[in-house]
């Protein structure tokens, strides 16, 4: 039986001729660093590689125990008041109260000063007036 399906011989050699490149070019990767910054190198201002390269921590080594104990009561309610004394100066410094107004003269000894009377103030509202609704409520109709 003759089949009518065509065969492709060149794909195997396709594949192997991509995997013998890659692997060439995975032999040159530790070049480009002495290549030039235009084609792709590092450039002049890099840091060198270290010689040695940095040790891994161990990680079944056990952690050293802490030098400094905990506060106790008062020490931390000392280093609170501290803290918020520091604040308060801070704030202080940052905005500075207001200047006091200037003295006023006296006035002569034979006239008076003349006094204010006081006018009522008006009132600000602050919430708009809405009217009260009388009756029922109908709920808005729905128009598709």
């Known amino acids: 039986m003759i089949s009518n399906a065509r065969r492709n011989p060149p794909a195997p050699f396709a594949a192997s001729l991509a995997l013998a490149l890659a692997l060439v ?26 010689a040695e390269p ?34 308060e100066q801070q704030k202080e410094l940052a905005n500075p109260p207001p200047p006091p107004p200037p003295a006023k003269k006296a006035a002569a000894p034979g ?17 708009p007036v809405v009217p009260e609704q009388k009756g029922p409520v109908a709920s808005p109709k729905l128009i598709n």
């Open 25 to 50: 070019l995975s032999g040159c990767s530790s070049t480009f660093d002495v290549l030039p910054e235009k084609m792709g190198g590092l450039p002049a201002s890099a840091p060198e590689r270290p």
């Open 111 to 127: 006239k008076k000063a003349p006094t204010k009377t006081a006018t009522p103030a008006k009132k600000k509202q602050s919430d």
């Open 54 to 87: 940095k040790a891994f921590p161990n990680v079944y080594e056990v952690r050293p125990t802490r030098q400094a104990a905990p506060l106790n009561d008062d020490e931390q309610k000392k280093l609170e008041s501290e803290l918020a004394t520091l604040r």
